[in-house]
């Protein structure tokens, strides 16, 4: 009759050791990563604990956490980082022949200008990555979504200092649509005479008579003052001089209309003119106006005017003047 207690108590013993260590097991499967973002997450932990560790001048501690730790996450993650990488290769190698036959398009394309075509393509390239970047980490078991909402803080600062980028982006896409100007046209900005060399996502570079590349920013770009020289028809340029007032005007427009001969830089309609723009103190000042159909010839027809004006006027006896006074004492 005393036994029996006993063994009651036994049996109860057994079930509470039962039941205990079944709650050990659930607690350690529990605790155990059953994803990559949980591994990682470990990983990430355990190489801070490791950093500590460094930090407090146990090395070969830090040493045992690290080579274990990292053995056991590759241990566990290396078939989704081989799928990832393929992936990766496959992808890429897809995107770079998308890549090549897009760019042979736009550029057989008669209708889309070539700045357009840039923007197209950079936009292209930018979207292709993030697909790719997001493709690869669903491959390795990472969520991105999750991932970006853990970095969400870190993106509104990011934003915030990204705002001149997406301003300057959408003012490219403002002057592209706007077709103000184009890759190849000559423009006159803050008096700097200068081609359009190149239109990016975020800058304009121009390109000065000195061969130097001027940058600048797509926003400020879209709320400059530009003269654009080859948007029109026509351009007409003004070559000014100066002759003395003892002179006379008809005689020296003759003298210069007559270096306009035969010029096939200029066209014959509007025809080149001579005019008397001012009347100065020591000089009357006139202005040979010729009309060009190329807008890239402006600044050698200045120059190659300019002297030739001044030897015919000198071969014609014509007085060019400089800035004098005249003293007459009674």
């Not at 900005?189 to 190149?198: A, F, G, M, S, T």
């Not at 003759?254 to 509007?270: A, H």
């Not at 008397?276 to 000042?285: G, M, Q, R």
Request: proline share 4%.
């Amino acid at each position: 009759m005393q036994v029996a207690p006993a063994n009651i108590q036994s049996q109860d013993t057994t079930q509470v050791a039962d039941t205990t260590l079944s709650a050990s097991d659930s607690i350690q499967v529990a605790s155990a990563p059953n994803t990559t973002s949980e591994a990682i997450g470990n990983l990430t932990q355990d190489l801070v604990d490791a950093g500590i560790l460094i930090a407090e001048g146990r090395f070969s501690e830090a040493w045992d956490v690290m080579t274990l730790d990292l053995a056991v996450a590759f241990g566990d993650l290396w078939p989704k980082i081989v799928a990832a990488f393929l992936v990766l290769v496959v992808l890429y190698t897809s995107y770079r022949v998308l890549h090549s036959l897009l760019r042979r398009i736009l550029r057989r394309s008669n209708v889309v200008q070539a700045g357009l075509q840039t923007l197209l393509m950079q936009g292209f390239r930018l979207l292709a990555l993030i697909l790719i970047g997001i493709t690869v980490l669903q491959t390795l078991g990472i969520d991105p979504a999750a991932l970006i909402a853990g970095i969400g803080v870190a993106g509104i600062a990011f934003g915030f200092a990204a705002r001149d980028t997406v301003e300057n982006i959408l003012s490219g896409v403002n002057i592209l649509t706007d077709k103000a100007f184009r890759i190849g046209d000559t423009l006159i900005v803050n008096d700097i005479y200068c081609v359009v060399e190149k239109i990016t996502l975020r800058t304009t570079r121009l390109r000065t008579p000195k061969n130097e590349i001027l940058v600048v920013p797509n926003q400020q770009m879209a709320n400059e003052r530009i003269l654009n020289h080859t948007i029109a028809d026509a351009l007409r340029i003004e070559i000014p001089f100066s002759i003395a007032y003892k002179e006379h005007p008809q005689q020296a427009r003759e003298v210069v209309l007559r270096l306009t001969e035969d010029d096939p830089r200029l066209m014959e309609d509007p025809t080149p003119t001579v005019v008397v723009i001012a009347l100065n103190d020591s000089s009357v000042d006139m202005s040979l106006w010729v009309y060009v159909a190329n807008p890239k010839k402006e600044r050698q027809i200045i120059y190659y005017y300019t002297e030739a004006i001044r030897e015919a006027l000198r071969q014609a006896n014509i007085e060019i003047p400089f800035p004098h006074i005249q003293l007459i004492q009674d």
